[in-house]
């Protein structure tokens, strides 16, 4: 069975750091395109950041220039560091798997809080 393993989460002050883990299978992460998606509650989930399985990245506007994503390879893990954190980076972050396209994610990881307050 496909996992999606995220760690990573927690609280941190406005303008800290944090780095979001997520670790699958080596099949999963060499075939599939991988990113990393938020939601807070009342709001749908939203792309945050995206790295194909040839490398290639994308970022919402709201987070570039402050997030990047990479892939360690010998490890199956994506990561996302985010750097210059604001309160309104607050949600549940997720991993997710797709073929093709952002918008049909394959498999998802269960999910991590990140809170972003003084």
């Known amino acids: 069975q496909v996992q999606l393993v995220e760690s990573g989460g927690g609280l941190v002050q406005p303008g800290g750091s944090l780095r979001l883990s997520c670790t699958t299978s080596?099949?999963?992460?060499?075939?599939?395109?991988m990113g990393w998606y938020r939601q807070t509650p009342g709001k749908v989930r939203e792309l945050v950041a995206r790295?194909?399985?040839?490398?290639?990245?994308n970022y919402a506007d709201s987070v570039q220039g402050r997030f990047t994503i990479s892939r360690d390879n010998a490890k199956n893990t994506v990561y996302l560091q985010m750097n210059s954190l604001k309160p309104e980076d607050t949600a549940v972050y997720y991993c997710?798997?797709?073929?093709?396209?952002?918008?049909?994610?394959?498999?998802w990881g269960q999910g991590t809080q990140v809170t972003v307050s003084s």
């Open positions: 080596r099949y999963v992460f060499s075939t599939y395109n």
């Open positions: 997710g798997a797709d073929r093709s396209t952002y918008t049909f994610v394959l498999y």
């Open positions: 790295i194909t399985s040839t490398g290639s990245t």
